[in-house]
């Protein structure tokens, strides 16, 4: 694909857009991880900001796995999902908005929809849109799994 040089800009754009989609997933997953291991229900818990190694420790972390940890927390942070204060010069993690709706025994708590939707089950179909386009059957989540949607709940 040849892009004159007044089109690099566009180009840079271009790719900048692609990359975006293809690591879109990240967000999601790196949600999920958190509901999955109570971080939002941790800090809550704590009822203060948290160190990276607080967090470590209410969570049960391998020690080993403190580094993915601070990037997963790095993410889940510029995503909005939690911010990041200076207390004492030390980083620690308190909740925002969206991760008091994460919190598990609220009432309005989106946890469990989040893991029903972030789960296997409703994301498999995704990858078989363009099979579905195809087939005769009515929706892609039926081409995966062989019955409909709402059929899993009964």
């Known amino acids: 694909m040849a892009f004159a040089n007044g089109l690099k800009h566009e180009l840079l754009d271009s790719q900048t857009h692609v990359w975006n989609h293809l690591f879109n997933y990240i967000n ?12 939002p229900d941790a800090i809550h818990k ?10 470590a420790d209410a969570l049960s972390i391998n020690s080993a ?3 993915a940890l601070h990037r997963l ?3 889940l942070v510029h995503s ?27 009432p309005l708590s989106m946890a469990s929809f989040a ?4 789960d296997s089950v409703s994301m498999d179909p995704w990858h ?27």
């Not at 078989?128 to 009964?154: A, I, L, Q, V």
């Open 46 to 55: 704590h009822d203060n900001p948290m160190t990276l190694f607080q967090l």
């Open 80 to 106: 909005k999902f939690f911010d990041k204060v200076k207390i004492s010069k030390e980083d620690t993690y308190c909740l925002t908005g969206a991760s008091r709706l994460l919190l598990r025994h609220e």
């Open 128 to 154: 078989r849109m363009s099979e579905w386009f195809r087939d005769e059957r009515s929706s892609p989540f039926e081409t995966e799994h062989g019955f409909m949607f709402w059929e899993c709940w009964n």
């Open 73 to 75: 927390m790095w993410i």
């Open 115 to 118: 893991l029903v939707m972030l």
């Open 65 to 67: 796995k403190s580094d």
């Open 28 to 39: 999601s997953m790196t949600l999920k991880c958190a509901i999955q291991l109570g971080i």
